[in-house]
Nanobody, 116 residues
Framework: QVQFVESGGGLVQPGGSLRLSCAAS????????MRWYRQAPGKERELVAS????????NYAGPVKGRFTISRDNAKNTVDLQMNSLKPEDTAAYYC?????????WGQGTQVTVSS
């Protein structure tokens, strides 16, 4: 069955960095575009970053552009999100999401809290 193991979340001070990782199994990872979403309390889930199936193209939401980097390793079935210069407004649960032609799958989420 489809499984995701997300890791790397935690508490960090403003200006700090975290690296989120999502390890996937149970589907043909290299055929799926991958995305990271986040959802803060009381807010809608929003797209943070995306990467194509082959990894050749990436896109970022305006608030994170220049601070976050999405990458993937199709040999290891992982997608990462490097987050630098973190701000309190980046506090949210972060979810990886696999998007295929017919199906899409969600990870369970990992919490990121940016606070002094």
């Amino acid at each position: 069955q489809v499984q995701f193991v997300e890791s790397g979340g935690g508490l960090v001070q403003p200006g700090g960095s975290l690296r989120l990782s999502c390890a996937a199994s149970g589907f043909t990872f290299s055929s799926y575009a991958m995305r990271w979403y986040r959802q803060a309390p009381g807010k809608e889930r929003e797209l943070v970053a995306s990467i194509t199936a082959g990894g050749g193209s990436t896109n970022y939401a305006g608030p994170v552009k220049g601070r976050f980097t999405i990458s993937r390793d199709n040999a290891k079935n992982t997608v990462d999100l490097q987050m630098n210069s973190l701000k309190p407004e980046d506090t949210a649960a972060y979810y990886c999401h696999a998007v295929g032609l017919w199906y899409n799958y969600w990870g369970q989420g990992t919490q990121v809290t940016v606070s002094s």
